[in-house]
């Protein structure tokens, strides 16, 4: 048989040169596989009706799975998370003026940051304040508004307000997607206004993600990856995943090097 006659194998080929290269175009997919672009448009609609890759004009990107809600994250261990808030966490200075967006990572950073730190953290995430509170020289300021249960972080306009008040040297970004063509994206619209508050009040943008958050999509666009200034991930990702990010002038940072 060949793959002309086996949809399932195809599709299974598809999601893998999806992971391989980043995305899919349906014209190179029907020449590579000798069928129809009705064909292939009907194999990535199954593919996205499974919430396995996400359709975009002429072809499809890959999609971050949907995660559990915070409460239930910020429970289970993570070595992984914990190597990158602490790389992370060597970014900060004393002096400096501090966001913190929301997110089990954020969250860790915040009980990374030296102890004797000597800064101002800001934050409308009410759950990385406690974090933040444990260091006791660290001014902590929470941003206040109605409040996502969900992720456990403020998401209104009067939240935006507050943001736009403060001028950062840094924003630790709570990121739910990286893709070197599409940017940074997230799966809560209630999240992009405050995010794109906080990036352009902000001198350096911090994106600490994991591998399997590299080269994904969302379904809202908070920015394209040139306002994102660094990337700080696990150190085993592959350097030709990364080599898109660099060449948009992102700095990489892998934990434990």
């Known amino acids: 048989m060949t793959i002309n006659d086996l949809p399932q194998e195809r599709r299974q080929r598809i999601l893998d040169d999806l992971r391989r290269q980043g995305k899919v175009v349906a014209l190179e997919l029907s020449q590579r596989y000798g069928v129809s672009q009705d064909t292939i448009r009907r194999d990535l609609g199954a593919l996205a009706s499974q919430g396995l890759l996400k359709r975009v004009h002429g072809g499809a990107l890959p999609i971050t799975p949907i995660t559990m809600p915070f409460a239930e994250r910020d429970k289970c261990p993570s070595p992984a998370r914990a190597a990158l808030a602490r790389k992370a966490a060597e970014l900060v200075q004393d002096g400096q003026v501090i966001f913190f967006g929301g997110g089990t990572t954020n969250a860790e950073i ?30 902590v300021i929470v941003i206040g508004g109605r409040l996502n249960n969900r992720e456990l972080i403020v998401v209104d306009a009067a939240a935006v307000t507050q943001i736009k008040a403060f001028q950062a040297d840094i924003y630790f970004v709570g990121v739910c997607s990286l893709h070197p063509e599409v940017g940074f994206t997230t799966n809560l619209y209630e999240d992009v206004a405050i995010d794109r508050a906080c990036i352009e009040q902000s001198g350096e943008v911090v994106a600490t993600v994991t591998a399997d958050k590299l080269g994904t999509t969302s379904s809202f ?37």
Request: one cysteine or more; a negative charge; hydrophobic letters at 45%.
């Open 221 to 257: 666009v908070v920015c394209p990856m040139e306002k994102i200034t660094h990337i700080v991930t696990e150190a085993d990702v592959e350097d030709e995943a990364l080599v898109p990010y660099e060449a948009l002038g992102v700095q990489v940072l892998r934990a434990g090097v």
């Open 110 to 139: 915040a009980r990374s940051l030296p102890a004797d730190l000597r800064s101002t953290a800001v934050t409308f995430s009410p759950r990385v304040a406690l974090d933040l509170a444990q260091h006791p020289n660290l001014e």
